[in-house]
């Protein structure tokens, strides 16, 4: 039976990683993570991964021509679960909130344009929005692409451009509004920094463990499973 080590390399070589789930959110978490993109400003339909497969799907047609400012995706192996629900509950004093069930959500800012998504970036949070939809808690962590000629040097969201950190508001309160449909309460309650960026990655983290496991026992696991299979 190969090792640990053996079979990791091994998978390595097969197969690509499954975004959400096989991608680390990055050494230095929570000061660097790793962001999957999903959509960028240019797309025109809604990109959302298939959490089964792993691949990108068509989630909707953009209705408006209001359309995501940045690169946006989530981070890898997160979950918006019980601990950051309880995060939302504790910032804004609000009851019944729980977490929309999805990984993580990110925005990098860039100068840099990208032809499409499903890639991936080493990105710097420097805020966030406290997103409540209904009575979800729907986080949006706002980062910088490392190394960013134009925001690289951003070290916390008040010092972002405030019309960029404003476009970005009105996407996340409308982009769910479909017509002919009643009005959605989607709502941002606060604005956050760096530092509860951070917190809201921990929370997130530990979610995603409570939920689906430690990640670092998932080879030793295969390889149970295929000694027990032999």
């Known amino acids: 039976m190969p090792t640990n080590k053996a079979l990791n390399d091994l ?37 959302e991964l ?32 019980e601990a950051v629900a309880r995060l939302c509950e504790e910032s804004t004093g609000r009851s019944s909130i729980r977490g929309d069930g999805d990984p993580l959500d990110i925005c990098v800012l860039t100068e840099r344009p990208a032809a499409h998504g499903d890639f991936i970036v080493r990105a710097v949070p420097i805020g966030g929005f406290r ?12 980062a910088v692409l490392e190394s960013d000629v134009s925001y690289g040097h951003i070290a916390n969201i008040a010092d972002a451009p405030p019309g960029l950190i404003d ?8 982009y769910k509004e479909l017509p002919g449909e009643g ?33 670092a026992t998932r080879i030793e696991e295969l390889r149970r499973a295929l000694a027990n299979s032999a």
């Not at 070589?13 to 993109?37: D, N, Q, R, S």
């Not at 476009?167 to 409308?174: Q, W």
């Open 50 to 81: 298939d959490k089964p497969s792993g691949h990108l799907r068509v989630d909707r047609p953009q209705r408006f021509s209001s359309m995501c400012p940045t690169p946006y995706g989530f981070i890898p192996q997160t979950f918006c679960g």
């Open 167 to 174: 476009r970005l508001k009105h996407y996340f309160l409308s």
């Open 11 to 47: 998978l390595a070589k097969l197969f690509k990683a499954h975004p959400w789930h096989g991608v680390t959110p990055g050494p230095e978490t929570p000061a660097i993570v790793h962001a999957y993109i999903e959509i960028v400003p240019t797309d025109a339909v809604k990109y």
């Open 183 to 215: 009005h959605r309460r989607v709502e941002i309650a606060e604005v956050y920094g760096r530092e509860a960026a951070s917190e809201v990655i921990l929370r997130s983290i530990e979610d995603y463990r409570a939920t689906y496991g430690e990640p």
């Open 131 to 142: 997103m409540i939809d209904g009575n979800e808690a729907d986080d949006k962590i706002i």
